[in-house]
């Protein structure tokens, strides 16, 4: 029997009037994964952690948090998540020290001062735990954000978007604060906008569009769903025939040609050479994942993944 | 921490430090959710206390100058009771049920716009706990504020305590009515607006005609008639009977009537929370 799953939703759907923000998500997260849910804006993701999380309700299916039912036994599956919301959301009325220790009260640890105190430490808010909220800045909001979902030591974080409008020192001392919640154990999922972020720190990733699942993988096997080697070429004369069809134009007057392997890079500068198109310009790289994204979203259903 | 599935591992210190790398036994959040909301609801009416009691208190002292002043000799609503030490039951009651509907509305509204109510609605606290600890909190106020005024405007003409036990009584059940009302108000707005509208056009006529300045008794048979269908009549003159034993409805039927407009208000809300309603999308 498969250990329990940190979450496992099956069979979701989501409707609000005149919309069909879910529409069948079935999905497992096994404990101790660094998972990645990315797709565009609307594609359902805020809405399926909402429901994983108890703060919306499914129209249909299940979705449960480390064996525990999000809605019959909400009580066991939401003191076992912790959860950053993607708003910049803050209780006026409260400095940092006093809105840590609520959270904490919310989950039934009423004595949690150890623990507070070296999550304000690990985020650089020590020096801030009397100032009021309101006189932080969204950075140092973002932080108590942080905070919050880990005063009752989840085993599941859920991070919605936390690095948006957060600058890049901060941005790289909350990853590796995540990071070390994931080595302990700590089943981390993510949304983010930023691909080059989920490629380096998601392990699996599953992508959402239009309240469906179109591709669920491990971040690896995915960016190898595209030919490995890209060869950008701006050109004087015109691209030959034979390599229209593996190309697309960079719309600054580059084209972009998709390759098996770096051994036939050559091959590609070989016939321009033969075709009377002077290079004036070459990049070789890798594809990535913003790349795959790209492709998937354009593409129709049919990609819907292992 | 101890039990299954806790890892302990030291950290550069050396110190032994709890991990939840598998799934540990957690809090049981039971009473301690309800008791930590509480606190919270209770400390953010106390911070602002200048506008949440100092400014309500101030407004029912100015009502008892003005009403008082110009009323007081050519009033006499039950006999041997002077109008000024008429009137201090009905505004400390007022007070009380304004400050207590303001309470859990405005916190509420203000979490769901703010979108800071997200931090309750995420641990595991009931619905039952959660009701409760926004109708208490809203109690505390409403009884903090209506204390406030009658400790300023007693002076003014010491009434007498005839039957002090109903005031208490009504007082709290009066803060609990409103409390949840204020409530089920702030779960079905979903702007300001919406609720000042209901503060203005509700909550503002049921008190100011409940017979704060008056007795029903001086009204015209029609008058009187409405009036004995506004529940908040009944706990203006309950409020009132403690302090004189003399009342327009026996304090019975007024405790019958606010505590069956507390059920059915408790049971609206109850359910407007299980349901999720405007609260769980």
């Not at chain 1, 809605?71 to 910049?88: H, K, M, N, T």
């Not at chain 1, 959402?208 to 004087?236: C, E, F, N, P, Y």
Request: aromatic content about 10%.
């Amino acid at each position: 029997m498969p250990a329990t799953a940190a979450i496992e939703v099956s069979e979701l759907v989501k409707r609000y009037p005149g919309v069909v923000a879910l529409d069948g998500v079935s999905l497992r997260v096994e404990q101790g994964e660094f998972f990645g849910l990315l797709g565009p804006n609307g594609a359902g993701k805020t809405t399926l952690i909402s429901i994983v999380a108890g703060l919306s309700r499914a129209t249909s299916g299940r979705a449960a948090v480390m064996g525990h039912d999000v809605v019959a036994d909400y009580r066991a599956a939401r003191s076992r998540i912790g959860v950053v919301p993607q708003e910049l959301v803050f209780d006026p009325f409260f400095t940092v020290r006093e809105t840590l220790q609520f959270q904490s009260g919310y989950f039934g640890l009423r004595e949690n001062d150890g623990w507070i105190d070296e999550v304000m430490a690990h985020l650089d808010l020590t020096a801030k735990a009397d100032a009021n909220m309101r006189t932080l800045s969204g950075g140092m909001k973002r932080r108590v954000l942080v905070a919050q979902a880990l005063v009752h030591r989840p085993p599941v974080i859920i991070l919605d978007e936390p690095t948006a409008g957060v600058d890049v020192e901060l941005r790289q001392g909350l990853w590796a604060f995540i990071r070390r919640l994931n080595r302990e154990g700590h089943t981390i999922v993510l949304t983010t906008h930023y691909l080059e972020e989920a490629q380096q720190l998601c392990a699996r990733i599953g992508m959402l569009k239009s309240g469906r699942l179109i591709a669920l993988d491990r971040t690896q096997a995915l960016l190898q769903r595209l030919a490995d080697v890209q060869v950008t070429l701006r050109l004087r004369g015109e691209l030959p025939a034979t390599l229209r069809a593996q190309a697309s134009e960079q719309g600054d007057g580059r084209v972009t040609l998709r390759v098996a392997s770096a051994a036939e890079v050559e091959g590609v500068l070989a016939a321009c050479r033969e075709a009377g198109a002077a290079i004036e310009e070459v990049e070789v790289g890798h594809a990535d994942l913003e790349d795959v994204f790209m492709q998937l979203m354009a593409s129709d259903r049919e990609g819907a993944g292992a | 921490m101890s039990g299954a599935g806790v890892t302990e591992r030291p950290d550069r210190r050396g110190k032994p430090r709890a991990t939840l790398s598998e799934d540990a036994p957690r809090p049981a959040a039971g009473s301690a959710g309800f008791r930590t909301l509480l606190a919270k609801e209770v400390l953010r009416f106390w911070k602002v206390s200048f506008q949440t009691v100092a400014a309500p208190v101030l407004t029912g002292v100015l009502y008892l100058l003005v009403f008082g002043h110009v009323l007081e000799d050519r009033v006499q609503v039950f006999p041997g009771v002077g109008y000024t030490a008429f009137l201090i039951p009905g505004l400390v009651m007022m007070s009380v049920l304004q400050n207590a509907f303001a309470n859990s509305s405005s916190s509420l509204i203000q979490s769901k716009i703010t979108g800071n109510l997200v931090f309750v609605l995420l641990p595991p606290i009931s619905t039952r706990e959660f009701f409760l600890a926004y109708v208490a909190a809203a109690v505390t106020r409403g009884v903090v504020v209506g204390a406030g005024v009658f400790a300023v405007t007693v002076w003014f003409a010491p009434p007498a305590f005839k039957a002090p036990l109903w005031i208490l009584v009504f007082a709290f059940s009066g803060a609990g009515l409103l409390g949840v009302l204020g409530l089920i108000a702030g779960i079905v707005s979903d702007k300001f607006d919406q609720l000042a509208a209901f503060q203005n056009f509700v909550i503002m006529p049921a008190t100011f005609l409940s017979g704060v300045f008056y007795s029903v008794h001086g009204l015209p048979p029609f008058w009187q008639a409405v009036s004995h269908l506004n529940p908040f009549f009944y706990l203006i003159d309950g409020f009132r009977y403690g302090f004189f034993a003399v009342s327009d409805a026996s304090p019975w039927l007024s405790l019958a009537i606010v505590l069956a407009a507390a059920a059915a208000a408790s049971a609206v809300a109850l359910s407007m929370l299980a349901r999720g309603y405007k609260i769980r999308s």
